[in-house]
């Protein structure tokens, strides 16, 4: 499994589970805010005052409730104020004291701009901050139109769900979220971009297959209502379908099955549900894809199917080539083996929402969670399947870095199943499984700079690398 892969999933992981490790303060001197003030100043990317611009900053918790407006009930302090002139001041009454899920955010939108945020989410970092944003430096919006359309072979067909989103790849700007253009009927569709840059454009449909341009975004010109980048003719792709079984041939009903591709660093993906017969039909693509089973997740937040069961089979590679005719897919529900252990720290106490996850040969993870009370863990992988484990713990306090070291006697005992280990980013990689695995117990060690694992030198001498 190649590195670059399992660190994108990491990141990815972590990225996506970061409430996962709020906990509760230690017992400690209590830390507060020592600013009396959050201020800055406004300015356009050549240094120029900006006028008439509208500030929001918020300092609040993180694993508050969320209400009905999508904002965080448990203000801890929120300021806000419209038509500034070049620069803002809030006082703040007292200090407030940071908890370790505290977070400071300022976002500043102007007309003609793009919004830009500041952040602060470490304690330490907040406990630090003096209250001065600095120059806060907006970013000229650019209004773009261009038009999709069909394929020549398909002229006659309309666009089903239409999708163009861009990505900044001019490395002398920072880093953009991905923009979506929202569409007409006629596919036309319109975005707001940064000026004076260079974007990656992927656009698809479900009835077409994606297309990839590199598209320069001029600088604003007040006198120009948009940029126009003209029309996009998207090419003639291949649907790919198949049926849903257990492992005794029952067809599976309203099960998800997930397409992904991979087109120049960017990620398309489709999904498509099970009939009462278990066959599905997933939107056209050109390429390479990789196709396999999705789980549901329903109003509890678990995984679930209308089997009433999770079904587990091996995900499927396909090179999809225009004209070519595309054997439909057949998943049956996999013989599984269990990969399964326990985390402990150091002084043997259990930690609270340690996060193990299972990530497959693609890099994508099939399974995630919790550590039990008793900081156990199991996970069903199919038969012959590559699997690697992850396990991240960022302490109580947020702020330190676990590493993970599995056991002398659990590596000894199970170094026929493990292939090996990437201690930059603490992943454990098997073999292809044929067979139960554990248990494995690992320990969590708070990092030191320049520290060697112990996990690092006992795999350097069982494996002999």
Known sequence: MKSCV????????????????????????????????????????????????SVNAALYDSTATIGKDGEPINFYGKWEAKDVEGKFSFDVEQPIAIKPNTRLICRVTAEGYLPELKRLFRRKEIAAFDGNFGKISLKRAVKVTGRLVMPASADDEKLLEPIVRFTLVTKSHAPVNPQRGEFSEDGT??????????????????????????????KFDPAKDAQNLGEFELPEGVSVSGVVLTRNGSPVENQSVYLLQRLDDQYIHAIATTDALGEFDLAPRLGKVIVRLNEQIGPDGKATNSTGRKLTARPVELTLRAGEAVKPIEFREAETFLIAGSVSLEDGRIPKKAFVAISDQHGTSDDQKVVEKDGKFAFAVPRGSKASLIIMYNGDDEESFFVSSLRSDSLNQHRDAIENYEDDVQIFNFKPIEKNIGPLDFILQEHVPEQTTVTEEIFNWILGD
């Open 6 to 53: 399992l660190l994108l999933c990491v990141v990815l992981l972590t990225a996506a589970t970061g409430a996962v490790f709020a906990q509760t303060e230690k017992p400690a001197d209590e830390i507060l805010t020592k600013f009396e003030t959050l201020r800055g100043e406004v300015v356009d990317s050549r240094g120029n005052k900006v006028e008439n611009f």
């Open 189 to 218: 569709f319109e975005a707001t971009l940064p000026e004076d840059c260079q974007m990656e454009m992927i656009a698809y449909s479900q009835n077409a297959a994606a297309i990839s341009r590199t598209i320069t975004i001029e």
